[in-house]
């Protein structure tokens, strides 16, 4: 997708191509044009053309997040990890339901909207998304597949996607405005028992039970406790998980404490199925959609230590002081 743009020297004309091109589409694969595109904490702008392609040429090197906003469309991010060479960003972007036509704004709040769709990119009527954090709230999607979210906190929104005949997603987003998500979910596969089918869709009481205390840990969390999302992840995602952690804006505040555990962190995947003591080393960034991050004394709900009791947990220590496991639970794609 990249561009060649000449650019003026002196009396030369030197050819320099991008390096951070992209294009921006509706669902379905429907280029978008006129879209804005900011390179955020930046008056760097670009705007789409009539294949919904936008381009910038020398955007700084490191983590970058690019802020999309178009007239009749939700805002959209996404973070990505400029390299020197040409960086290719593909982003779907959502049209304002005419559902929030209705939504009286008298002041600043965090609203996120958003579409569940299958596989092949068709709505999902009926499905459930369950909420865990902030004001934990249920709610179904329409004949159209969309859902809205309103007066949504500050911070990590969990929340996991069900529907009878589809695998669970869980989806994390950082919110600090208003939003638009898609949530793709996958049919099951038909050779599954019921006893795995269940398993696999988010409907046996096991992980219903297991989405319940993800809710209680993260509002009970201790103030050094970080949860990432995925797409906090994302620029790092060829990155081992533990390295993606420390470079990560709020997961660099534990560098010292995941130094400290080494290969001793003790993990817990997908709120239910214990690992043990082990290194962060082990993951890739971008096999993971969220992470729970509690350093020593900061998990307060307990959830945690009974899922992996028996499990092998080494306790950290400082000087004499017994201050317990560093535990980490972490929700796959």
Same mark, same amino acid.
């Given at each position: 997708? !990249?561009?060649?743009?000449?650019? /003026?020297?002196? !009396? ?7 390096? $951070? ?11 978008? /044009?006129?879209?804005?595109? %900011?390179?955020?904490? *930046? *008056? ?5 053309? %009539? ?6 040429? #020398? ?7 690019? $802020? ?32 929030? =036509? ?15 769709v299958d596989e092949h990119d068709q709505p999902v009527a009926g499905a459930t998304i369950e909420v865990i954090t902030g ?10 597949? +969309? ?6 906190? =500050? ?22 405005? +208003? ?13 599954? *028992? =019921? ?10 009481? #096991?992980?219903?039970?297991? +989405? ?21 992840? /994302?620029?790092?995602? =060829?990155?081992?998980? #533990? ?9 660099? %505040? ?5 130094? #400290? ?12 199925? /214990? ?10 960034? *971008? ?8 350093p020593p004394g900061t998990e307060a709900s307990g959830t945690t230590a009974r899922y992996l009791r028996g499990a092998g ?17 972490? +929700?796959?794609?």
């Amino acid at each position: 997708m !990249a561009t060649i743009w000449p650019v /003026a020297l002196g !009396a030369q004309d030197v050819v320099v191509a991008p390096n $951070v091109t992209g294009k921006v589409t509706a669902i379905g694969g429907i280029p978008v /044009a006129g879209v804005e595109v %900011t390179l955020n904490g *930046s *008056s760097r702008t670009a705007r789409t053309d %009539t294949q919904g392609a936008f381009a910038f040429l #020398n955007a700084p090197a490191g983590v970058q997040e690019l $802020v999309f906003r178009g007239i009749g469309y939700l805002p959209t991010r996404a973070s990505i990890r400029v390299p020197e060479k040409s960086l290719d960003v593909a982003v779907t972007i959502l049209a304002t339901p005419a559902m929030l =036509d209705t939504v009286q704004v008298r002041e600043r709040i965090n609203v996120l909207s958003g579409i569940v769709v299958d596989e092949h990119d068709q709505p999902v009527a009926g499905a459930t998304i369950e909420v865990i954090t902030g004001d934990k709230q249920t709610l179904t999607t329409g004949d159209d597949g +969309w859902f809205v979210l309103t007066a949504v906190r =500050d911070g990590v929104l969990a929340f996991r996607t069900i529907k009878e005949g589809y695998y669970l997603t869980t989806t994390a987003v950082r919110m600090h405005e +208003w939003r638009g998500v898609v949530v793709h979910i996958e049919t099951l596969d038909p050779k599954l *028992s =019921d006893l795995r089918r269940a398993e696999a869709s988010g409907a046996s009481n #096991n992980a219903a039970v297991a +989405w319940r205390d993800a809710g209680m840990r993260m509002s009970m969390k201790g103030g050094r406790a970080v949860v990432l999302s995925e797409e906090e992840l /994302a620029p790092f995602g =060829d990155m081992s998980l #533990n390295e993606a952690i420390k470079r990560t804006r709020a997961g660099a %505040t534990l560098t010292f404490d995941l130094q #400290n555990a080494s290969g001793s962190i003790c993990v817990l995947l997908d709120g239910r199925r /214990a690992v043990g003591s082990t290194t962060l080393d082990t993951w890739r960034a *971008s096999e993971v959609e969220m992470v729970e991050l509690y350093p020593p004394g900061t998990e307060a709900s307990g959830t945690t230590a009974r899922y992996l009791r028996g499990a092998g947990c080494r306790v950290m220590a400082s000087g004499a002081i017994r201050r317990g496991p560093f535990y980490a639970v972490l +929700w796959m794609k």
